[in-house]
T-cell receptor
Framework: GENVEQHPSTLSVQEGDSAVIKCTYSDSASNYFPWYKQELGKRPQLIIDIRSNVGEKKDQRIAVTLNKTAKHFSLHITETQPEDSAVYFCAASPVSGGYNKLIFGAGTRLAVHP | DGGITQSPKYLFRKEGQNVTLSCEQNLNHDAMYWYRQDPGQGLRLIYYSQIVNDFQKGDIAEGYSVSREKKESFPLTVTSAQKNPTAFYLC???????????FGPGTRLLVL
């Protein structure tokens, strides 16, 4: 069935370093790939998304790349800051009967140390 | 996401009791979703609805029920058949075929 794998499960970096989180998906028909940031006890918030007709998208310190052939996409955070510490979820949206289902990865806990 | 509200913030359930979680949105979104999140895990889809009076089971629908009588509202009932209901429940909404889902603040359900 549809599946999204996310790595690593935890990531610890020093402030100012870069962080990279990778996801692979199983359904080749997936066409939308959002990334959410969730702080402790809070709701997931969309930070960036990419659609299958582009290979890369950037928004200030955050970028996402998509490789449709390999069925994987990655989140890149540059110049990390302590406030970037949170759990990050990737998701893929397979086309299923017209409904916009999102299949989520298990999450990556990012810790940025001052 | 500020246009989606969930209540209550915390809910306690006794054994054998049905409880209902509220989700309301004023974003004029047609699609609404319910997810369950267990500690240290991702989000799993319980039910989703694309239009009023229509809804579909997600991956873990057993022990849950929903209704969609109004576009703005998508309540979730956790029935006594759900034997392990302790979790963080998140409601989301999106435009029809808009893909981007926006989440409510969540309800934490605990069993007494």
């Amino acid at each position: 069935g549809e599946n999204v794998e996310q790595h690593p499960s935890t990531l610890s970096v020093q402030e100012g370093d870069s962080a990279v989180i990778k996801c692979t998906y199983s359904d080749s028909a997936s066409n939308y790939f959002p990334w959410y940031k969730q702080e402790l006890g809070k709701r997931p918030q969309l930070i960036i998304d990419i659609r299958s007709n582009v290979g890369e998208k950037k928004d200030q310190r955050i970028a996402v790349t998509l490789n449709k052939t390999a069925k994987h996409f990655s989140l890149h955070i540059t110049e990390t800051q302590p406030e970037d510490s949170a759990v990050y979820f990737c998701a893929a949206s397979p086309v299923s009967g017209g409904y916009n289902k999102l299949i989520f990865g298990a999450g990556t806990r990012l810790a940025v140390h001052p | 996401d500020g246009g989606i509200t969930q209540s209550p913030k915390y809910l306690f359930r006794k054994e054998g009791q049905n409880v209902t979680l509220s989700c309301e949105q004023n974003l004029n979104h047609d699609a609404m979703y319910w997810y369950r999140q267990d500690p240290g895990q991702g989000l799993r889809l319980i039910y989703y609805s694309q239009i009023v009076n229509d809804f579909q089971k997600g991956d873990i629908a057993e022990g849950y029920s929903v209704s969609r009588e109004k576009k703005e509202s998508f309540p979730l009932t956790v029935t006594s058949a759900q034997k392990n209901p302790t979790a963080f429940y998140l409601c989301a909404s999106s435009k029809v075929r808009g893909e981007t889902q926006y989440f409510g603040p969540g309800t934490r359900l605990l069993v007494l």
